[in-house]
């Protein structure tokens, strides 16, 4: 199970427990363990399951493409594990799909970026109560924020 969550980039707390992915809260409430077979808890919203349970949750997949995911990213080559024509395709573009969310993520980080150096420069250099001063003061916590967001944002999010 702490295969899983570290390969999903959910980070483990204290205790081992994660931020549910399932449901929104503001402490991590749902448990992982470490013991073979016992899985995961949420006493948040009450989701419970093994491995296999956990990933068929995150990616809103049955329990068929979960473990083909599973195999596929953890490299576990099976006998049987042969996608058809249909759900190979349907891979390719979910995977398409997150690869271009990331880059477009990326980009707005960069741009975010540029942004709020060009205010803190007028913030630092230019004549206080000015217009270009003024603007800086506004637009710097907005930026803060969605930048902080962005960082946060897990990367598996679905």
Not at 19 to 40: A, M, N, V, W
Not at 70 to 85: E, H, K, P, Q
Not at 132 to 142: G, H, M, Q, S, T
Request: with cysteine; net charge positive.
């Amino acid at each position: 199970m702490r295969q899983i969550v570290d390969r999903y980039d959910l980070k483990v707390e204290r205790g081992g427990f994660i931020s549910c992915p399932f449901h929104d809260e503001r402490t991590p409430s749902l448990k992982i363990y470490e013991q073979p077979g016992k899985g995961f808890c949420c006493f948040g919203c009450g989701a419970a399951g093994s491995v296999i349970d956990f990933v068929m949750l995150l990616f809103h997949i049955n329990f068929r493409q979960a473990v083909v995911r599973i195999a596929s990213d953890f490299g576990i080559v099976t006998t049987n594990n042969r996608m058809g024509l249909k759900e190979k395709r349907r891979w390719q573009i979910e995977q398409a799909r997150k690869l271009r969310e990331e880059r477009e993520r990326i980009k707005w980080i960069n741009d975010l970026c540029a942004l709020h150096r060009t205010h803190w420069l007028n913030y630092k250099n230019c004549e206080p109560w000015s217009d270009k001063w003024c603007d800086a003061l506004i637009e710097l916590p907005r930026i803060d924020y969605e930048l902080e967001e962005l960082l946060c944002i897990r990367k598996t999010t679905t």
